[in-house]
């Protein structure tokens, strides 16, 4: 039986060609064995909108295009640095967003998928910002500013991150285990895959008396992460870049 892939913070930008490199060979070569490609989110370093038609955009666009036309279906959950893709970018590409959170069934199990930003709750100003950068107003006032405005505004709010995130202690950046556990009970699941904190590993643990798995999904900085679900099991691998 052909896996499932799963993918997760690749941060594609013009100004790493490694990474688009590496991820437009992901696409052509072992994206098109798969039986489903999912991707949890940050696949863009930034995402300012779908009106950006930018050749880097449009090329990242028609790699999605051919994989889903090849019969591969892809699936979408945005991420903390693209949650302004939309219906466009779906229409134009093939792929199907799902909600933030979204049970999936492999193999017989049910398993949470998400990003991952939201379990990191002990991170005050993220979550502050990511409340205001998802609610109904600010996208929409960011959608209607000019493309030039939004680029500098995305540019400058980079900047800010990297400076907040180098001052941050390591445990306030990592997913707060109590969220974990809640969304897990809450979903009743006992496995959840997602991204967003860049440490790839598989964390056992219990809960409610029951072995549980987190498996968090690697960045592409450096290498690129795949997660591998077959009927032998789930797999992480990196490959550099």
């Known amino acids: ?50 009106d950006d038609q930018s050749p880097f955009n449009q090329e990242v666009k028609q790699a999605f295009r051919q994989l ?8 979408f959950i945005h991420g903390n640095r693209d949650f302004l893709i939309g219906r466009r970018f779906a229409r134009e590409t093939g792929i199907t967003l799902l909600p933030e959170q979204q ?7 049910k398993v949470l998928i998400m990003h991952g930003d939201s379990l990191c709750t002990r991170d005050e100003v993220f979550m502050a910002f990511r409340k205001k950068s998802r609610g109904w107003w600010w996208p929409r006032l960011m959608l209607s500013m000019p493309l030039w405005y939004r680029r500098r505004v995305a540019r400058n709010a980079r900047a800010r991150s990297k400076q907040h995130n180098a001052n941050k202690p390591e445990y306030i950046m990592d997913v707060t285990p109590s969220e974990v556990e809640r969304v897990m009970r809450e979903a009743g699941v006992f496995t959840l895959i997602h991204g967003h904190t860049h440490r790839p590993a598989t964390h056992q643990f219990m809960l409610d008396g029951q072995n549980a798995t987190r498996i968090v999904l690697g960045d592409w900085y450096n290498q690129s992460s795949c997660l591998t679900a077959d009927t032998s099991g789930m797999s992480l691998s990196s490959t550099p870049l």
Do not use: C, K, N
Not at 68 to 75: A, L, Q, R
């Open 68 to 75: 889903v036309d090849s019969g591969v279906p892809v699936f």
């Open 1 to 50: 039986m052909q896996p499932t892939l799963f993918i997760a913070d690749l941060h594609l930008s013009e100004d790493r060609p490694d990474i688009t490199q590496a991820f437009l060979r992901f696409m052509r070569q072992q994206a098109t064995e798969a039986q489903a490609l999912y991707v949890l989110g940050d696949l863009f370093e930034a995402w300012i909108g779908d």
């Open 103 to 109: 049970v999936i069934e492999l193999h017989g199990e």
